[in-house]
């Protein structure tokens, strides 16, 4: 947490460091437009950062194929102009993702910062978390609810600063 102290004790101050990690999901803009409202003076002149994870072409597929009785998993990989089509489709929509919400953000005021990795998101999000120091973290619900979300595997590791 970033800290500025101005002739110390009572008088200082607590900047935050917020970033937004959005998707293209609706829940996503709402998170974005509640930052927007609710903490726009609190991220003092820190821009508010806007983090989106592009998914990586490269996983490999495994599909069970049956062989008689015994199953066999067959790897199968994308061949390499898949992949980087892939590649350039995923890197344009994150951009324009992007580029919406930072125009969103200018018309509230407030200045952002765009930033995208390539990865799974859960662990783009933690390493942007850690590597930007960021002291606030805001996600969209998904409309789950606590008990399906303690079930589901996506959130198997909350995060922890």
């Known amino acids: 947490m970033e800290k500025a ?23 996503s803009y709402h998170a974005l437009m509640w930052v927007l409202h609710n903490l726009k003076e609190s ?10 994870a592009q998914p990586s072409p490269y996983r490999n597929n495994i ?41 969103i953000c200018a018309s509230k005021g407030v200045n952002a910062e765009t930033i995208s990795e390539v990865g799974d998101a859960k662990q783009a999000i933690c390493d942007a978390v850690q590597k930007l120091n960021i002291t606030l973290l805001v996600l969209g ?20 600063s």
């Not at 991220?43 to 989106?52: A, E, K, M």
């Not at 619900?141 to 590791?157: A, T, V």
Request: net charge positive; proline share 6%; hydrophobic share 35%.
């Open 63 to 103: 599909f069970p194929v049956s062989l008689g009785t015994a199953r066999l998993y067959c790897p199968v990989s994308a061949a390499p102009e898949f992949i980087k089509n892939v590649e350039e489709r995923n890197k344009k929509a994150s951009l324009a993702l992007l580029e919406k919400a930072k125009t």
């Open 43 to 52: 991220t003092g002149d820190s821009p508010l950062v806007i983090f989106t």
């Open 141 to 160: 619900d998904r409309g789950i609810g606590r008990i399906r979300r303690g079930f589901s595997r996506e959130c198997d590791q909350p995060l922890r």
């Open 5 to 27: 102290v101005e002739g110390g004790g009572p008088h200082s101050h607590i900047r935050k460091k917020v970033m937004v990690a959005i998707d293209e999901n609706e829940c």
